[in-house]
């Protein structure tokens, strides 16, 4: 069988610091376990010529598998280890359909870091019943805490459809104006559109919803995708998405904290007051076999509390190898974890 040697992409040092390879590791093993059906084994550290590596074994990776790990958040290059100690590289394809600007343009405090709102998408989605949708840009993610919208790039980066839910005021009105600009910048055919939602004659929400295809002969085709964007509170998202029409619910929860990178924004609840209100409903839009991934703060609320309420609404929380390892520290105010679970 033989050995694999994964770079790391550089930024992962800037974004977990110490806690870098850890986490590359846990990320593959919980992409190993689901997308990639416990195929790739062994994950481990290694250091060639001075430069860490994560090490795993497989079976030889068919074209299929090297491409399912073109979605981890943090490989730059793959290599296959030879008889004699060196390094072959193997060609990972990037799933990316559109230049990376589209996550890297809107810069604000409080805003999830990238490369940890890729992780939470990938992971989140090895952990729904149907990993292999991803790679087939058929999965539907919702973000309900969405802020400026990084998970809904992501999302949309992956040629997903995505919808998001966050009640401060100024991510809505920043959010809808540049995506439609981005859009035009890349000439891509859109529609884009802002529209009240109304429930019993009263106003529930605002709504933005751009429509798009990755090129001309897509938008022919009729292959589109679609990001929607509600102004309102969470607590009410069953109310402004369809119940069972959603495989990821992923979301960095508030960090109920006022200092530090992430600060407090919009509601001043922690991320278990949020649950109380809010879990419920996200639940309800969640398919059989769909996953939810949070990532909050440990240092306001122990990991058991968060996996005591989403097994109370009803989820299974997947434990083990990898899903227990994601933890790692943003500052001196958060310790961000990652929770993964399944709605049977
Ligand atoms: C950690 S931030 C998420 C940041 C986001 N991932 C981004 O990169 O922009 C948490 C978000 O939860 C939102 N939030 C808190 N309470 C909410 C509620 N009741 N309804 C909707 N959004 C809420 C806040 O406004 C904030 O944008």
Redesign the pocket.
């Known amino acids: 069988m033989p050995d694999y040697a994964v770079l790391p992409a550089p930024s992962s040092n800037r974004v977990y610091t110490q806690a870098a390879l850890d986490l590359v590791c846990a990320e593959l093993t919980v992409l190993a376990g689901g997308a990639l059906g416990g195929r790739l084994a062994d994950f481990g550290r290694r250091e060639f010529a001075g430069v860490d590596y994560v090490t795993f074994a497989a079976d030889p990776l068919e074209p299929a598998d090297a491409r399912l790990l073109g979605y981890a958040s943090a490989i730059y290059a793959l290599f296959e280890l030879t008889v004699d100690g060196l390094l072959r590289p193997v060609a990972v394809p990037s799933p990316d359909l559109y230049p990376s600007d589209l996550l890297t343009i809107l810069k604000y405090q ?3 870091n990238e490369q940890f ?1 890729r992780l939470l998408l990938t992971t989140t989605a090895a952990a729904t019943d149907r990993p292999g949708r991803l790679a087939e840009r058929r999965m539907r993610v919702l ?9 809904l790039n992501q999302a949309a980066m992956f040629g997903l459809d995505a919808v998001g ?4 005021r100024k ?1 809505f009105d920043l959010y809808g104006p540049f995506l439609t600009t981005w859009l035009k910048d890349n000439r891509l055919k859109h529609r884009a559109t802002t529209t009240p939602v109304r429930r019993d004659h009263a106003v529930l929400a605002k709504r933005y919803e751009a429509t798009f295809a990755r090129s001309r002969e897509a938008h022919a085709a009729g292959d589109t995708q679609s990001v929607t964007f509600y102004l ?4 009410r998202a069953a109310e402004l998405v369809r119940p069972g029409t959603v495989d990821m619910v992923v979301g ?4 109920g904290v006022r200092h530090g990178s ?1 600060g407090t ?3 001043a ?1 922690g991320p278990l007051e ?1 649950l109380d209100v ?1 879990l419920a409903g996200w639940v309800a839009t969640l398919r059989r076999g769909g996953a939810m991934g949070l990532a909050w703060n440990t240092l306001v609320a122990p990991r058991r509390h968060l996996e005591g309420a989403l097994t109370d609404a009803g989820l299974e929380v997947c434990t083990g190898p990898g899903y227990d390892d994601l933890a790692h520290r943003v500052d001196r105010t958060i310790r961000r974890d990652v929770v993964l679970a399944r709605k049977p």
Do not use: F, H, M
């Not at 839910?165 to 401060?168: E, S």
């Not at 960095?252 to 960090?255: M, R, T, V």
């Open positions: 409080g805003k999830t709102t973000d309900p805490v969405c802020g400026r919208g990084t998970t839910i966050d009640l401060d991510d309102a509170d969470t607590a960095d929860l508030p960090y992430q924004r919009g509601s609840r949020l809010a």
